[in-house]
T-cell receptor, first 112, second 114 residues
Framework: AQSVSQHNHHVILSEAASLELGCNYS??????LFWYVQYPGQHLQLLLKYFSGDPLVKGIKGFEAEFIKSKFSFNLRKPSVQWSDTAEYFCAVSGGYQKVTFGTGTKLQVIP | DVKVTQSSRYLVKRTGEKVFLECVQDMDHENMFWYRQDPGLGLRLIYFSYDVKMKEKGDIPEGYSVSREKKERFSLILESASTNQTSMYLC?????????????FGQGTRLTVV
């Protein structure tokens, strides 16, 4: 069975601070990895995805994530956050049958 | 523009009622999913379907059933609604064509059971 763990439930940062959100997954085979974002009152949107190739993946709005296979991790990063990045972030994994399993989410609050 | 459409944004139902949540996608996707989203619990998979008339239980199927009679439509049924089923329900779809299995989501249905 596949699973995803997000260790940070609530993160508060000041504008311009750097961000790193942790994500670990478990699955025995080849996986596809995703980060989704949900802005207040809006539906889930894809931030970035990893399927194969370069383990450093760049997404929208300056976000990036690094796939480290040996650590079963796919951490999300952004060098300098903005107030508009306030949202909830979900890590997800897709394995067998392309079933998509989500983590519990991390709420990011950016203080101006 | 790809689209997953859920029939209602908000629903209020009484305890014991039978509730139908409908989801339609126009992308010819093979896989469809129903999740519920609760604060602090993230998205939990209720049921998914990888083909017409096929269904698989997710992590929390108790109290729910599903129907997929046509490829584009996936219905979630609460046979007898209870207050602990008050939640945000999200429908999603993915394709098995190629490797790009990202999920496309509907706007969600906020169900309140009173």
């Amino acid at each position: 069975a596949q699973s995803v763990s997000q260790h940070n439930h609530h993160v508060i940062l000041s504008e311009a601070a750097s961000l790193e959100l942790g994500c670990n997954y478990s699955y025995g085979g080849t996986v596809n990895l995703f980060w989704y974002v949900q802005y207040p009152g809006q539906h889930l949107q894809l931030l970035l995805k990893y399927f194969s190739g370069d383990p450093l993946v760049k997404g929208i709005k300056g976000f990036e994530a690094e796939f480290i296979k040996s650590k079963f991790s796919f951490n999300l990063r952004k060098p300098s956050v903005q107030w508009s990045d306030t949202a909830e972030y979900f890590c997800a994994v897709s394995g067998g049958y392309q079933k998509v399993t989500f983590g519990t989410g991390t709420k990011l609050q950016v203080i101006p | 523009d790809v689209k997953v459409t859920q029939s209602s944004r908000y629903l209020v139902k009484r305890t014991g009622e039978k509730v139908f949540l409908e989801c339609v996608q126009d992308m010819d996707h093979e896989n469809m999913f129903w999740y519920r989203q609760d604060p602090g619990l993230g998205l939990r998979l209720i049921y998914f379907s990888y083909d017409v008339k096929m269904k698989e239980k997710g992590d929390i199927p108790e109290g729910y059933s599903v129907s997929r009679e046509k490829k584009e439509r996936f219905s979630l049924i609460l046979e007898s609604a209870s207050t602990n089923q008050t939640s945000m329900y999200l429908c999603a779809s993915t394709t098995r064509k190629g490797q790009h299995t990202e999920a496309f989501f509907g706007q969600g249905t906020r169900l309140t059971v009173v």
